[in-house]
């Protein structure tokens, strides 16, 4: 199976911060890889799909890059909705496996 | 608006069995494959198992192969998937998820859960 690993596992934030997430793959997955913001008590929401074409609906804030194996979700202006906590998924190969979490909290 | 709503969760002995289902609207249901996703209490997602929109074709993770079964009945636009010999390590919130496109190259979308607690 393909190892996702983010980082980090959690950060401090403000609204209005720019915020970066990192996510690595054992392997090379070309752009198979998908970001989710998951609220509390909330399913997973896809932001972002094949590592940067940003999700109908999701606000232009959300920004995603990479290939192969190393990828980034950037968030230009973090709002109250954002604290939350993010996923990447690879869909390069079965089982598809999602990353470990990243944990944005208020600062 | 694709809508997913999973039910059939409960409190289950270990080494018990269940059946989730999860009921499907907004699309034509036999055109995509759908998963099941879970989530331990406070922990990450995990893919579960997959099926095609044909149902001729099933995935498995390798933690439940050969305990859990997924199925899909096209006429009634609802997936299932039956858990046997249940372990303490199945508790978790089980999500259907639903193919974003043709295959789950570009995501998911998402039902609401239904919680599975193995306990005795």
Same mark, same amino acid.
């Given at each position: 199976?393909?190892?996702?690993?983010?980082?980090?596992?959690? %950060?401090?934030?403000?609204?209005?911060?720019?915020?970066?997430? *990192?996510?690595?793959?054992?392997?090379?997955?070309?752009? =198979? $890889?998908?970001?989710?913001?998951?609220? !509390?008590?909330?399913?997973?929401? %896809? $932001?972002?799909?094949?590592?940067? #074409? $940003?999700?109908?609906?999701?606000?232009?804030?959300?920004?995603?890059?990479?290939?192969?194996?190393?990828?980034? %979700?950037?968030? #230009?202006? %973090?709002? !109250?909705?954002?604290?939350?906590? =993010? =996923?990447?998924?690879?869909?390069?190969?079965? !089982?598809?496996?999602?990353?470990?979490? *990243?944990?944005?909290?208020?600062? | 608006?694709?809508?997913?709503?999973?039910?059939?969760?409960?409190?289950?002995?270990? @080494?018990?069995?269940?059946?989730?289902?999860?009921?499907?609207?907004?699309?034509?249901?036999?055109?995509? @494959?759908?998963?099941?996703?879970?989530?331990?209490?406070?922990?990450?997602?995990?893919?579960?198992?997959?099926?095609?929109?044909?149902?001729?074709?099933?995935?498995?993770?390798?933690?439940?192969?050969?305990?859990?079964?997924?199925?899909?009945?096209?006429?009634?636009?609802?997936?299932?998937?039956?858990?046997?010999?249940?372990?303490?390590?199945?508790?978790?919130?089980?999500?259907?998820?639903?193919?974003?496109?043709?295959?789950?190259?570009?995501?998911?979308?998402?039902?609401?859960?239904?919680?599975?607690?193995?306990?005795?």
């Amino acid at each position: 199976d393909i190892q996702m690993t983010q980082s980090p596992s959690s %950060l401090s934030a403000s609204v209005g911060d720019r915020v970066t997430i *990192t996510c690595r793959a054992s392997q090379t997955i070309k752009n =198979y $890889l998908n970001w989710y913001r998951q609220e !509390p008590g909330k399913a997973p929401k %896809l $932001l972002i799909f094949a590592a940067s #074409s $940003l999700q109908s609906g999701v606000p232009s804030r959300f920004g995603g890059s990479g290939a192969g194996t190393d990828f980034t %979700l950037t968030i #230009s202006s %973090l709002q !109250p909705e954002d604290f939350a906590t =993010y =996923y990447c998924q690879q869909t390069y190969s079965t !089982p598809p496996t999602f990353g470990q979490g *990243t944990k944005v909290e208020i600062k | 608006e694709v809508q997913l709503l999973e039910s059939g969760g409960g409190l289950v002995q270990p @080494g018990g069995s269940l059946r989730l289902s999860c009921a499907a609207s907004g699309f034509t249901f036999s055109n995509y @494959g759908i998963s099941w996703v879970r989530q331990a209490p406070g922990k990450g997602l995990e893919w579960v198992s997959g099926i095609s929109g044909s149902g001729g074709t099933t995935y498995y993770a390798d933690s439940v192969k050969g305990r859990f079964t997924i199925s899909r009945d096209n006429s009634m636009d609802t997936l299932y998937l039956q858990m046997n010999s249940l372990r303490a390590e199945d508790t978790a919130l089980y999500y259907c998820a639903k193919d974003r496109a043709s295959g789950w190259r570009d995501g998911f979308d998402w039902g609401q859960g239904t919680l599975v607690t193995v306990s005795s």
